[in-house]
């Protein structure tokens, strides 16, 4: 006779526990999974690494014996293995260009990127969701017509012409905002480096004439970048709004006299949320994984710059490094999308 | 019987390709406290019918009439202030399938409460008592379960028990029942019909009862309002349904099965054009 399966309190902590236990160990697979890949990348790849060191007039005599202290003469197996021993230690190795330990160069540039894209997700996610919204709502009317041009000119124009254009308008011409760079020279050393976000560094050390400078600084790369994601973001909320609200539910609430704003706003969204979450993770991976254009254009330096550089001075140990700090940043968005997925669907939740 | 609903001449009309499209054209009929039954084959317009008469004929498709009323409302120039408050308040309608119409991420509880609270005014703990109640009405042996399951949690005899009790607990006066227990197992179609039945009877409430099963209808109505092709073609009493007149219901009468004879080969119907016009 009974229909529904048991929802006591305790049932319900417990498949969220233990999909959390699952997530995990697929999570540690697809780490390793990575590991090996870049791994192979960096073997695969026609750089030599022993001649970066080196320099090519070095002897053959130079040239075996840091062969050798690489370990290139050991099978790629155990070589493999080295590899796996040093990146759970934090070694990554040390950077040909700058002689210092790719982790710390990495820890430097990738709070730029992270603070950028954080404020251009954040940028995206509250424009893009209620443009979405009212484009699904007003569907077929001007003001769907105005969100949709608006958007598809945000990811049809190139991004490092939009920011030259708007370095040129708003830098160059009105001077209403900063240049390229995170913070101006004079500022620089005023802050010390804790978080390596400046805007949180800053506010948090009370110094305001700083953190006005950076925002002044970050706000076009930001604007930038969330009108990239906001473009996506708007489009994908309109598209599952207009799936949610031609549901029989919708129909079922408006018959209980529920108004229309709740049925768009916690109705439909609610649902649309769930598949929402995973586009809004997406999109912030990808401004996470550097967006090299934007930071070149803004001198930005953060992780694409820095791979970028690497990359053009065959710099193979700072490119599988910051390689690999994006599959993370991949793997870790994933992992958060899926557990909030969890607990936004009760639907996934049971099923465990 | 006062009126509690009159309807006169009621069109549906959709916009297409080929120019405009009247699926429901010049329904007329007037329902007291009692249980309308109206049979149709699908696309007889007998679901647009019942949506209409809450106002929630889906765009592009307009719904016009000489007379709509409500309780002495005109449903016509009825503000959207208006429709929200009979709606859900004074008229309700249990939907078809309980997996669809029931909202997937909201508990069962929430969705009943939230019946109530576009409705009067009431705490929440009066809320949930009367979801409470209400859940026990439609005999479910574990609300408190239940009132925390999710929509997906429930088998559909349940859900649609639930949906019951979401669409009742504003005691309306009106309940458009449309097609109710066409996705429920034969064996639960039973109980729940039960169930609608006693409630109805209970609280005094005019019933709209739309099924494309006309023994079912003839079971469970006082009348039977015989639809085809947007139209009303026969109108009788459900005791005197086997004096129908109208070829349309004798065909349909003909398809049910008798038990003590073997019909072979089965009836069909040979539709006239002219029933159409």
Known sequence: ?352 | MSALLTVEDLRITFPTRQGPSEVVRGVSFTLGRERLGIVGESGSGKSQTGRALLGLTPPPGTATAKRLEFDGIDLRSASPKQWRALRGGRMSMVMQDPKFSLNPVMTIGRQIMEALAFHGRSSRAEKKARAMAMLEAVQIRDPERVFRAYPHELSGGMGQRAMIAMMLVTEPDLLIADEPTSALDVTVQIEVLRILDALVTDRGMGLIFISHDLRLVASFCDRVLVMYAGRVVEELKASELDRAQHPYTQGLMNCLPKIDNDTRPLPTMTRDASWAL
């Open chain 1, 1 to 352: 006779m009974s229909g529904a399966t048991k929802t006591g309190g305790r049932s319900r902590a417990l498949p969220f526990a233990w999909k959390a236990v699952k997530l995990l160990a697929s999570v540690a697979l697809t780490f390793l999974g990575l590991l090996f890949v870049t791994f192979l990348i960096g073997r695969v790849v026609p750089v030599d690494p022993v001649l970066s060191v080196v320099g090519d007039r070095a002897s053959q005599a130079v040239y075996d014996r840091v062969y050798i202290e690489l370990g290139l003469d050991k099978p790629l197996i155990q070589q493999f293995w080295i590899y796996l021993q040093k990146v759970f230690t934090g070694d990554f190795g040390d950077s040909f260009m700058t002689k210092r330990p790719i982790l710390d160069d990495i820890m430097r540039v990738f709070p730029a990127t992270l603070e950028l894209a954080t404020f251009g997700v954040i940028l995206g996610t509250i424009l893009g969701v209620p443009l979405g919204v009212l484009a699904a709502v007003k569907q077929g009317r001007l003001a769907d017509q105005v969100v949709r041009v608006v958007g598809l000119i945000g990811y049809s124009a190139p991004i490092f012409w939009l920011g030259l254009l708007g370095l040129l308008i708003f830098y160059a011409k009105l001077g209403w905002v900063a240049g390229p760079g995170r913070i101006d020279i004079s500022y620089e050393y005023d802050i010390t480096p804790a978080t390596g976000l400046l805007l949180i560094d800053s506010a948090m050390q009370g110094k305001w004439a700083a953190f006005g400078n950076i925002f002044s600084h970050i706000i076009l790369p930001a604007s930038l970048l969330g009108y990239f994601s906001m473009a996506y973001i708007s489009r994908m909320t309109r598209s599952f709004m207009l799936n949610e609200l031609a549901q029989e539910y919708v129909i079922a609430a408006r018959v209980k006299g529920v108004p229309e704003w709740r049925i768009i706003w916690v109705h439909a969204l609610r649902n649309a949320a769930v598949p929402l979450v995973t586009v809004i993770a997406l999109s912030y991976a990808g401004l996470l994984e550097g967006s090299v254009l934007t930071e070149t254009v803004f001198a930005w330096p953060g992780l694409g710059q820095y791979l970028t550089n690497s990359l053009q001075n065959a710099d193979m140990n700072a490119v599988l490094g910051g390689t690999l700090v994006i599959g993370v940043v991949f793997v870790g968005l994933n992992l958060l999308s899926d557990l909030l997925y969890t607990l936004l669907d009760p639907r996934v939740r049971r099923r465990g």
